[in-house]
């Protein structure tokens, strides 16, 4: 027996369910990019606010790209199975608030009428960071961006569908609804903010004065471990449940919701269901893209260049744990600022107990993805700082390193490793295997879409990433990093 609203109350017994009346829902929620990582945290967050509050607000979910989710999630009337692993111990829950989905390549215009429908009161993104089409130097939106100038004939851009439904919202003298990033970016809702505004003046400045007068676009962070789903979350969804469920998601325990206070009121209700209302998120975010995002994608090209498939497997290697404790503890930690030495730290333990979780199948090859557009928050920007201070830097240069080192596509053994990257048909030539480490790191210092120029300018640190890149080459990733610091 498959999950869908006629077979909800088969569910075995002990599991919970939504908690309220599904056909009592109004969509007042579109989500851009659904997908297992919305699934888990932000629809979650709703679903308990919805639970305690009585406010009808249900998600209409968006796929950018492909059909693969709403194929997956509408069979089952938009339910789905929520699981929570912690070593051995596994829960289910079974989730309700996406009403309905879209997808923009196969009908951009009800899309743009749903963020402009005034029902539509909130609108979140979980595009990652290249979604936004931002001009690596400026950080603002690059007009050139190929889906930027697609979005001219027809919306194709995260940005460009925003824009047609709150232009429609404009021309109808409604107000905005509120838009609110949920992606690793810095100050991601004013980075937001300013594109939309950016692209709004291309085409119209009083349109983008509107925006600029009236559009809130709260920062925000968010935290959870969400893995690729995988058959076993299949299976383990259906024996818990009773019910088949194809669209199953996996995560951790933990969960972190941080958003600048600026909501409407009666969507304050989210601080009362886990998440932080703030008066300032940035010191969070640091705080998350440096210690969890910085390790994390050192983690991933170390776990790939060693054939280390998932976290747990990488961060259970001594070497390259004793090497990620010491750069958080070390070299990002006195970057972050705000927060407490203690704090930092015991945020820092908590994240390697949760890498440590096992039953959270979490591939490095997923983190390792993207790392051009990655890299210059989670990496480069405390690497600046601490050169500018005149502090040592060793450890996120060895970082550095492995990314050089993982563009190259190949491990250790000399095997053939993915490189997914949206720069990677420009990146993968310049870091060859076979060139010298010297030359690769010249010529992969010039682009400026990932290193700013300040930093690779640096003679001192040229000289420092070409050694860290040669004896990864000589001795290994494990050997490599297991001498630094020594």
Request: aromatic residues 4%; neutral net charge.
């Amino acid at each position: 027996m498959s999950l869908r609203s006629d077979t909800l109350n088969s569910a075995a017994a002990g599991v919970r369910r939504p908690g309220y009346d599904r056909a009592h829902l109004a969509p007042g929620v579109v989500h851009l990019g659904i997908g297992n990582f919305h699934r888990a945290h932000q629809a979650v967050y709703l679903e308990d606010l919805v639970e305690r509050t009585g406010l009808g607000l249900g998600i209409v979910g968006v796929s950018l790209k492909s059909a693969g989710m709403r194929d997956r999630l509408m069979p089952q009337d938009g339910l789905y199975t929520l699981l929570v692993r912690d070593g051995a111990q596994v829960s289910a829950r079974v989730l309700g608030i996406i009403g309905r989905m879209l997808v923009g390549p196969e009908d951009p215009a009800a899309v743009v009428r749903q963020i402009a429908d005034p029902a539509t009161r909130l609108v979140t993104l979980t595009v990652t960071e290249k979604g936004y089409c931002l001009d690596p130097a400026t950080h603002r939106l690059d007009p050139s961006h190929p889906d930027i100038l697609a979005d001219r004939t027809v919306p194709t851009s995260a940005i460009g569908y925003l824009l047609a439904g709150l232009q429609a919202r404009y021309a109808a003298g409604l107000k905005p609804p509120t838009v609110l990033s949920c992606d690793n970016l810095p100050s991601n809702g004013a980075t937001l903010r300013r594109a939309l505004i950016d692209g709004a003046a291309l085409t119209d400045d009083r349109f983008s004065a509107w925006l600029e007068t009236h559009l809130i676009a709260p920062s925000a962070m968010v935290d959870r471990i969400v893995p690729a789903s995988t058959d076993a979350d299949f299976a383990d969804a259906e024996r818990l449940t009773g019910l088949a469920d194809k669209a199953a998601v996996s995560t951790e325990p933990f969960s972190q919701w941080v958003i600048e206070n600026s909501l409407d009121r009666d969507l304050h209700g989210l601080g009362e269901v886990g998440a932080e209302l703030v008066g300032a998120v940035e010191p969070y975010e640091n705080m998350k893209l440096r210690l969890l995002n910085g390790a994390h994608s050192t983690i991933a090209y170390a776990g790939q260049s060693v054939g280390a498939e998932y976290v747990s497997d990488a961060v259970a290697l001594p070497a390259l744990r004793r090497f990620v404790a010491a750069m958080q503890t070390e070299e990002l930690a006195p970057t972050v600022g705000h927060f407490a030495p203690e704090r930092l730290a015991e945020y820092s333990r908590q994240l390697m107990v949760r890498w440590d979780n096992t039953a959270v199948k979490h591939r490095t090859r997923q983190i390792a993805m993207d790392g051009s557009q990655k890299l210059p928050q989670r990496l480069l920007k405390a690497l600046g700082e601490r050169l500018e201070q005149g502090l040592p830097g060793e450890r996120l240069t060895y970082a550095v390193a492995l990314w050089l080192r993982h563009l190259g596509g190949r491990d250790d053994a000399g095997q053939a490793i993915p490189v997914n990257d949206p720069l990677s048909a420009k990146l993968m030539p310049l870091a060859a295997a076979d060139r010298p480490a010297a030359q690769v790191v010249d010529r992969l210092l010039d682009v400026r879409a990932v290193f700013p120029e300040a930093l690779a300018a640096r003679v001192e640190f040229r000289v420092r990433l070409t050694d860290a890149l040669e004896r990864l080459r000589a001795v290994g990733t494990l050997a490599a990093l297991d001498a630094v610091g020594r």
